[in-house]
């Protein structure tokens, strides 16, 4: 008797089991690299995905991005497209787990058959993603990923993806060069996330030449913890170092400027945030109060400041946003989603109207360099290399949290994730097509 | 026939797998590897708490220890993938020896509160270590399938096949272990540890053996989920993991191997019908991020409330009251007796 | 010598958000012997139940007790129809001493979810009341300011009082018997289950205090993934089981400890060390005194 109902239940196990995974199902269809014309795109139309942290401990800021790229493409639809398609951009949250990231990524290419996957965030995700669902060899670019790992820029390993930020040894140099063209024999001090993204800078600090007084590293996720920040502020004011460096993320800076106030230790030093953890305009949403801190702080980016209203893309970007999410801050992430969707947008014009994958590819390796963008850096792709932006420009905060750039213009560092020096750039950035649209 | 045959019922079950495989597209294929690996980490929940009645809600952080063992070996010595396995068990395994070992004497919310606290430290450690990669992890690729394999052969299939040979060998292997005097001797500690002991079993000895075997099994489904991401890094292990895994073991029925799949096949499907769900009826992305979770969570709750010991217990003792309410004309005792030339008896 | 005072004070001042968790876990504890994991994510609730109040009466003061008071509610709510049911049915076999556990790691999902819908994933703010910059001494500023000296006012008050209630009163007798013998407690004619429906309600005006106070006295920020509230619930736990879970002054003394010695080793060692300080703290205790600093030896077991 029990032994019928054993089988029963593993039949229907299993039963269940298929008709479960095959709720939302698409015909089967064998894998086939070269099934004719690529997916994603018919005569009318392009689409394209992304997986981002919506929800999350990392969503603070970098959830805006994917509805700011939406923003731009329905503009650029408004206005005829790019070679006469339309863009749709399916945008799916991964919550900053690698797992997810995968999972979503599967759907993105599998199920929603996209062209191309466009700004996927976070180091660890982006990895997973790109060799799990074996992008390279499926052909799917990859463009402009959201994170600063300089792996990404290696063509040989990462032949279908394409980076856009500099990577952190490069930030870390240039912050090296200020200091020691700025900072020469000061106190120096430096607050780290103690895992590969704090310790990136630590090997580009190392290149640079330049050695702390202080470092105070924290665990990742520790920033959460009550006496933390209050911790790092002891240790300061033991220290009192002349500056202090900070590459952490959004809520250590809020956690280290939380405890400054607590310990009454305000402009004891020149704090220089790193560009992930200073992103001002995300504390600024989460915490006004804590912004005004942030005053006479220096920071670094690599676009054109949210608040630039001279800065042509800056005007164009603001009416766009303005127009299609008028309840939502015009800030650095919007900037920075905004301009991956006006680089792809150029991309995919230069692709020409008989657009492909490989095609694609082979564009903004030779082309991209020279494709107009809204960064103030240039762009380093090329047919031996996947590296974007290749530089900061270094600003100070004021007391609403813009950044300004010192010396009032734009004065562009650029450099490698090796050990080529920092130069001063003379970049001068190819003027916006008209309207911004890829005419 | 499982009882009977179990040999054949399992490999009757691999062959429709198999069959299965070569029909499902690519991404329910991606899916189903999924389920193995959660056949088997709920396995070896099941062992642990269910079996031996130590809680765990710290299982992600030794499904951790495995994957890094296993990655690592492949990293820098190459390691063929057989190997990277079995030392992901291996390592694992002595993992939870040593978590047995300091966990032996607590029992109930202490036990649960020290593996809670396992599963939040351990990442910090991988942080610590460059060795280990950091948050951005070690690669682990176990290279292309097999060429014999044919060129239409896709990866995800070949994770496919090697999750549900891992998951069917762990099986067929778990259960002969709980069907053996081992089994019993857990169970046994379970009900009364006192009593256990009086009996003969060691009872500290017998937790830790739990323990240990779980370990390992977790290490092994760590291994191979790190497999199917190309991935190995503490986000891939989060708390959220440990949770799942109760949960699961939890649907499945703690107390039985047969529910296993029902358990696995329910985590790895609610996202899917949250998703299906919420394009029905049109939701935005806070819907479709929230709804699996409260999915999950609810159906949780309900399980614990009206089928604790999860369905398959629950059917059995339906099936059990049924058996015994068809026979209720019969005397339970059945007594011959006879008296001198006279005989007495209550069979009918 | 400046360095170690604030190290004391930083200590001191983590201790008291550990210790209103600890409390309201030992307090489930006591009145109806389960470990309550959904604490955390009740405290979150009453988080965003207080930051509504303050939005709607303009006042801390008030939407406190009141955050308190609907704290309580729901977690008597959730005593009697989710413990009771589950203790109804579950009772027997191994699942009885996990059915609770899990049952309150369902709670925590459903919670959170049910926050993701009301109030979206944006951040909210909750502002603290009182000053949080530290009081000057001379050229010095300490690390406590008001606001901090107000959440250690508050625990200390909150740990007397309930101890008081538990010690000395009618009803706290009627509580701690409701949890070591039930059935004799029910024979004496306590009302055992209204009894630990009222434990909880306790645990749940504690934790609410916990949530909103942890908040203001961080960075104010609240979303319904809060790391905080999950760290919380962890740091909570481990200072009860090293204070003593049976033991409500246990609580306070094993929060203290653990918030000097991480304190410590934030300052002294290096800020990396903290999670695997605490998980070994955690250990060690539990291997050489599992009932904890004041706890006594028979309560060691579920």
């Known amino acids: 008797m029990i032994t019928i109902n054993r089988r029963k239940l593993i039949t229907a196990s299993a039963v269940l089991a298929i008709a479960t995974l095959t709720v939302s199902t698409v015909p089967a269809n064998a894998f086939n690299p070269n099934m004719g014309s690529d997916p994603g795109i018919t005569a009318t139309t392009i689409k394209l995905g992304i997986t981002s942290p919506l929800t999350g401990i990392a969503s603070p800021g970098y959830k805006k991005i994917p509805g700011a790229m939406k923003a731009y493409f329905d503009y650029v639809n408004a206005n005829g497209g790019v070679n006469g398609r339309k863009i749709t951009l399916v945008s799916k949250d991964d919550q900053y787990i690698p797992t997810t990231a995968v999972a979503k990524a599967n759907e993105l290419i599998l199920r929603d058959k996209v062209f191309a996957l466009v700004g996927t965030l976070g180091t660890a995700s982006t990895k997973a993603l790109t060799a799990s669902t074996q992008l390279s060899k499926r052909g799917v670019p990859s463009l402009f990923v959201n994170t600063g790992w300089s792996g990404f820029a290696d063509k040989q390993a990462y032949p279908t993806t394409f980076s856009i930020l500099p990577s952190y040894q490069m930030e870390a140099k240039i912050i090296g060069k200020l200091l020691k063209d700025q900072y020469a024999g000061k106190k120096l001090a430096l607050i780290y996330q103690d895992d590969d993204f704090g310790r990136d800078a630590l090997a580009g600090f190392k290149t640079a030449g330049v050695t702390f007084d202080t470092t105070i590293p924290y665990a990742s996720g520790s920033q959460a913890l009550p006496a933390t920040g209050a911790g790092w502020i002891t240790k300061l004011k033991a220290a009192a170092p002349d500056v202090t460096v900070f590459f952490g993320v959004s809520s250590a800076t809020t956690a280290l400027l939380g405890a400054s106030v607590q310990g009454g230790w305000i402009g004891k030093t020149q704090f220089i945030f790193g560009s992930v953890g200073g992103d001002a305009t995300t504390i600024a949403n989460s915490l006004p109060a804590l912004v005004p801190l942030l005053r006479g702080s220096k920071g670094l980016s690599f676009a054109p400041a949210p608040t630039d209203v001279n800065d042509e893309y800056i005007k164009l970007f603001q009416t766009i946003y303005a127009a299609a999410q008028p309840k939502e801050t015009f800030d650095n992430n919007v900037v920075a989603g905004m301009s991956n969707a006006f680089l792809a947008v150029q991309a995919i014009k230069a692709a020409g109207k008989n657009l492909t994958r490989k095609g694609l590819i082979q564009t903004i390796e030779t082309k991209g360099a020279s494709l107009p963008h809204p960064f103030l850096t240039p762009l380093g792709y090329s047919t031996t290399s996947h590296v974007g932006a290749t530089g900061y420009w270094v600003g100070t905060y004021g007391a609403t949290g813009a950044l300004t750039p010192d010396g009032g213009k734009y004065t562009v560092y650029t450099t490698d994730s090796g050990t080529g020096a920092v130069v001063e750039s003379t970049y001068k950035r190819p003027a916006m097509p008209a309207k911004g649209l890829p005419n | ?348 | 010598m400046s360095q170690f005072l604030d190290m004391f004070l930083i200590g001191i001042s983590a201790a008291s958000i550990y210790a209103l968790m600890a409390i309201s876990m030992v307090l489930v504890w006591r009145s109806t012997r389960v470990v309550n994991f959904a604490q955390a994510g009740m405290a979150l609730l009453s988080a965003y139940l207080g930051y509504e109040l303050v939005a709607r009466t303009g006042n801390f003061w008030i939407a406190l007790p009141l955050a308190m008071i609907l704290g309580a509610a729901f977690s008597a709510f959730i005593e009697f129809f989710l413990m009771r049911t589950l203790l109804k049915h579950s009772n027997q076999g191994p699942i009885a001493a996990i059915a609770p556990i899990i049952a309150t790691l369902g709670l925590l999902g459903v919670i959170r979810a049910v926050i993701g819908f009301i109030w979206g994933h944006g951040d909210v703010l909750l502002e603290a009341p009182l000053s949080k910059i530290g009081y000057k001494v001379g050229e010095t500023t300490l690390f406590v300011g008001p606001m901090g000296l107000f959440v250690i006012a508050f625990v200390v008050t909150l740990l007397i009082v309930v101890t008081i209630v538990f010690q000395k009163t009618n009803i706290g007798l009627a509580l701690r018997a409701s949890a070591y013998a039930p059935e004799i407690a029910q024979l004496s004619g306590i009302r055992v289950s209204g009894i630990r429906t009222l434990g909880w309600a306790i645990a749940g005006a504690s934790g609410a205090a916990a949530g909103i106070l942890q908040t203001v006295n961080g960075t104010g920020v609240l979303t319904p993934e809060s790391l905080e509230f999950s760290l919380l619930l962890v740091f909570g736990f481990i200072a009860a089981v090293i204070g003593g879970l049976e033991s409500l002054p246990g609580a306070v003394l094993g929060s203290l400890i653990l918030g000097l010695v991480l304190a410590f080793v934030q300052i002294y060692i290096s800020g990396t060390l903290v999670f695997i300080v605490a998980f070994l703290l955690l250990l060690t205790l539990l291997i050489i005194r599992p009932q904890g600093f004041l706890g006594s030896k028979a309560g060691r077991r579920a």
């Not at chain 2, 062959?15 to 088997?40: K, M, P, T, W």
């Not at chain 2, 057989?82 to 109930?108: D, E, I, M």
């Open chain 2, 1 to 348: 026939m499982l009882k009977k045959h179990p040999l054949v019922t399992f490999i009757f079950f691999g062959v429709v797998l198999y069959l299965i495989s070569n029909r499902l597209d690519e991404l329910l294929v991606y899916q189903g590897a999924s389920v193995a690996i959660f056949v088997i980490a709920i396995a070896s929940l099941i062992l642990l708490t269910g079996y031996s009645g130590q809680i765990s809600l710290g299982h992600g952080a030794l499904m951790c220890i495995g994957a890094y063992a296993a990655a690592l070996l492949r990293i820098h010595y190459n390691a063929p993938v057989w190997l990277t396995f079995v030392v992901a068990v291996l390592a694992a395994a002595v993992g939870g020896a040593l978590l047995g070992l300091a966990a032996a004497r607590l029992s109930g919310p202490y036990l649960a509160g020290t593996t809670l606290a396992l599963a939040i430290g351990l990442p910090s450690i991988a942080n610590k270590f460059s060795i280990f990669g950091g948050e951005q992890g070690i690669s682990f690729d176990i290279g292309l399938p097999p060429a014999s394999l044919g060129e239409d052969f896709t990866q995800y299939k070949w994770y496919f096949w090697i999750s549900w040979s891992a998951a069917l060998i762990a099986m067929y292997w778990l259960r002969h272990v709980l069907n053996s005097r081992y089994g019993r001797s857990w169970r046994a500690v379970r009900s009364n540890d006192v009593a256990a002991e009086l009996a003969g079993i060691h009872v500290g000895r017998n937790k830790v053996l739990a323990f240990t075997i779980s370990a390992g099994l977790a290490g092994l489904a760590g291994a191979l989920l790190g497999m199917t991401i190309s991935l190995v890094s503490p986000g891939v292990y989060p708390l959220l993991l440990s949770f799942s895994l109760a949960t699961g073991a939890v649907l499945a029925g703690v107390t039985t191997l047969g529910g296993v799949m029902i358990g696995a096949v329910i985590l790895v499907a609610i996202p899917e019908i949250a998703l299906a769900i919420a394009n029905r009826y049109g939701g935005s992305e806070t819907i479709i991020t929230n709804l699996p979770g409260l999915l999950v969570s609810g159906l949780l709750i309900l399980t614990v409330l009206l089928v604790p010991n999860g369905p398959v217990e629950q059917m059995h003792a339906r099936r059990a009251k049924h058996a015994k309410n068809g026979k209720a004309s019969h005397s339970p005792v059945e007594l011959t007796l006879r008296v001198g030339s006279k005989t007495f008896s209550t069979k009918k």
